[in-house]
């Protein structure tokens, strides 16, 4: 298990960018998959986008498509989520989890044992 902090959310208006980060604590972050999620109010957590251990395997959901992108530091043991192009329908909390998994198939949530608490973003029109 690792333990995860999320930063980077906040209010920005339609067309701007985030930074979001999480950083992990223990020593061996490098060996997992991480992967943010999201939750809008009164819909269920979906999935954004996942990276590989190692950085060399990356997946998505089609709404981020060519908008977001995913990166790792594993000297720092910090995952991040740029968000670019943002829409209002982006708004929500947005989760960053850690699994011991390979991106061989599309991840699920069940994949990722641990969960930060979430940053909040907000997209105005």
């Known amino acids: 298990q690792v333990q995860l902090v999320e930063s980077g959310g906040g209010l920005v208006q339609a067309g701007g960018s985030l930074r979001l980060s999480c950083a992990a604590s223990g020593r061996t972050f490098s060996s997992y998959a991480m992967a943010w999620f999201r939750q809008a109010p009164g819909k269920e957590r979906e999935f954004v986008f996942a990276i590989s251990w190692s950085g060399d395997r990356r997946t998505y959901a089609d709404s981020v498509k060519g908008r977001f992108t995913i990166s790792r530091d594993n000297a720092k043991n910090t995952v991040y989520l740029q968000t670019n192009s943002l829409k209002p329908e982006d708004t929500a909390v947005y989760y960053c989890?850690?699994?011991?998994?390979?991106?061989?198939?599309?991840?699920?949530?069940?994949?990722?044992?641990?969960w930060g608490q979430g940053t909040q973003v907000t997209v105005s029109s």
């Open positions: 989890a850690a699994g011991q998994i390979s991106l061989s198939r599309p991840p699920r949530e069940a994949d990722f044992g641990s």
